[in-house]
């Protein structure tokens, strides 16, 4: 079994052999990496799930091409990630967080939020019953 600095390192190895990478713009920065614990939800949330900040480095598969990205957040159905490429919603994605553990997941929405970003949503892939 792999230690958290062995996983770690795999990411670190990963994200310097991506076809591109966001980088997170000046604005955003200083401050992208404090917030913690669960997102308060607004009254006129149709949410199922309770969201909560997950902000990291994370690898993003699509297709056969690897891609660093920044998570935002994370639900049990779903998680929220800032994006150098546009995906396409129903694609189908492999998401590789830094603790190694790696997601099938499908993209349900990603809007153009800068120059060179999209703010990205995906849903876990159901896993089938044997």
């Not at 308060?40 to 056969?64: M, N």
């Not at 349900?108 to 044997?130: D, H, I, L, W």
Request: net charge positive; proline share 7%.
């Amino acid at each position: 079994m792999l230690g958290v600095s062995d996983e770690k390192q795999i990411v670190e190895k990963l994200w310097r052999s991506v076809e591109a990478a966001f980088e997170l713009p000046p604005h955003m920065a200083a401050n992208f990496f404090s917030p913690t614990g669960p997102i308060p939800a607004h009254p006129e949330s149709r949410r199922g799930y309770q969201r909560y900040f997950l902000r990291d480095r994370a690898i993003l598969k699509s297709g056969e091409k690897l891609f660093g990205i920044f998570t935002m957040d994370i639900s049990r159905r779903g998680i929220g990630f800032l994006s150098p490429k546009q995906l396409m919603p129903k694609e189908n994605i492999q998401l590789i967080l830094t603790n190694g553990r790696k997601y099938h997941m499908f993209v349900t929405r990603c809007r153009r939020k800068g120059m060179n970003y999209f703010e990205c949503g995906a849903k876990f892939t159901p896993v089938s019953q044997s």
